[in-house]
């Protein structure tokens, strides 16, 4: 072959290798887009949601100065009044976390870069985009995809700012750290272990003034956020549930990125079960992701080394999350999975680190390829196996319907439950609700006198409950009720249980 046809195929394979990235990189955001967002619709809402809903048909003063009665900072419900009101239907909630999560895809991308090189930022970024944990989150109309996304830039900031001190690095840490903050307040735990990596590398290559500046700034606009949580604290309803942690429930969290909430037993089976019970049919799971995960954690270790990035990731991980839940039975706050959602973020980073060395470790190939695997069942019994079923209010409803409670009432035990019905029930039925926390024994007692007076004797109607486990503190008040009214169940379905009974 010819000197000048030599430099030719060079030059092609150059340039082949050169797209081949670029390639992988479109198709790892589209694939984190499409398991966002396919068939997104294809459940009701869930309580939850129905909830956010209602809060967002306030005007937007209202929410901006977070006149609610939760404790949760107001920028994801002004985002999403914004983004209803633009697309014109509140259908689009849920496509604003499509939206969030596809983009935190492609900020982890941008992360994975800084961590690692522009050809290995796919790894982090493949991790991410089919993380059932962030996908899971991804697909309901509430605050936490939102969240993820700020956390993700932080990430993101913190991991350049190790590498280097630009002033666009430090404006990027700022603007994340405000804007998570402001949209939950586990970012203030999170972001205080970042700014002290970044504080410190900052500080020893660059000297004080931006950290010292950068700090400055973030504490200048977060003064509202104390006062935004004391009003907040002030007026929280009284029906709060506790979620104590304990290392079942640290163990469960980390194996959920892999899994989502959806292999091993169910959420509503672990609830009705001994622990023990549980990590027995956890095991078959447990080894292929105990093997994954510990294998791409040692590749990690050997492609980063010992250092302060390694370290940061760890830290606001491994050790964040134990440290948070057990403040959380101290403070009498518990703890709740979502609330942690970023984690998602330093998992993807680390085990795709780990991954990058998929071109000189046959074991790397091999956990990435069980990792994938993992990631595909979970996804698959989220979207065809009916043990995973979550709430649906619109199956309740649809249920109802079928049952004939066309044009019977229908009583809801939980106010915050029949909210939700409402959302799906046609507004010249009659719908009730009352409440089942214990300490509302004069309020129930008035809803349930007032259905039974507005009803002739005789009238059959249907009862709708959720499903609650023999340890739940509603369940004693709840079985009591359904006892003293005569109700028979007629049917149960995901995590809601239907009861008939005649006004006596």
Known sequence: MSSANSEQVTEIERSSDARIPWLLVIGVIALGFLLRGWNLHGRGYTADEVTELLLARKPLASVVMDEDDDRFPPLYRTILVIWDNAWGSEEAARWLSVVAGGLTVIVVWRAGAALL????????????????????????????????????MMFWAALRL??????????????????????????????CVLWLFVFY????????????????????LLIPAPILLIRASADLPDEELYAGFDLEALGYTFVS??????????????????????????????????????????????????????????????????????????SGSGFVYRYVVWLAVPYALILGAGAARCRVSWFARLAVVVLLAVNAAALYNRAYDARYDEEDFRAVAAKLEELGAAEAPVLVASNYMGHALQHYWPADRSLTSFPIFAHHGEQRAERLAEFQAAHPAGT???????????????????????????????????????????VR
């Open 201 to 220: 590398a900052g500080w020893r290559r660059d000297g004080w003034r931006r950290p010292i500046g950068a700090a400055i700034a973030t504490a200048v």
């Open 117 to 152: 090189d522009e050809r290995d930022a796919v790894w982090p970024a493949l991790l991410m985009a089919c993380c059932p944990f962030n996908i899971h989150f991804a697909r309901e109309g509430r605050a936490y995809a939102v969240y993820g996304l700020f956390a993700a």
């Open 460 to 502: 059959k109607y249907w009862i709708v409950s959720q499903w609650l486990p023999e340890d739940d503190v509603r369940r004693e008040t709840r079985d009591a009720v359904l006892t003293e009214l005569g109700a028979k169940r007629e049917a149960e379905l995901v995590q809601m249980e239907i009861y008939s009974a005649e």
């Open 257 to 330: 990125l892999v899994g989502g909430f959806t292999i091993g037993p169910a959420m509503k089976e672990l609830r009705s079960m001994p622990a023990a019970d549980g990590i027995r049919q956890f095991l078959p799971w447990l080894a292929a992701v105990g093997f994954a995960g510990l294998t791409l954690v040692w590749q990690a270790v050997r492609r980063l080394g010992i250092g302060l990035p390694l370290a940061m990731l760890v830290a606001s991980s491994a050790l964040l999350v134990p440290v948070l839940g057990y403040l959380g039975n101290v």
């Open 162 to 191: 190790l590498r280097r001190g630009e002033r666009r690095d430090w404006a990027l840490m700022v603007a994340s750290t405000i804007a998570a903050v402001y949209c939950h307040w586990y970012a203030v735990p999170l972001g």
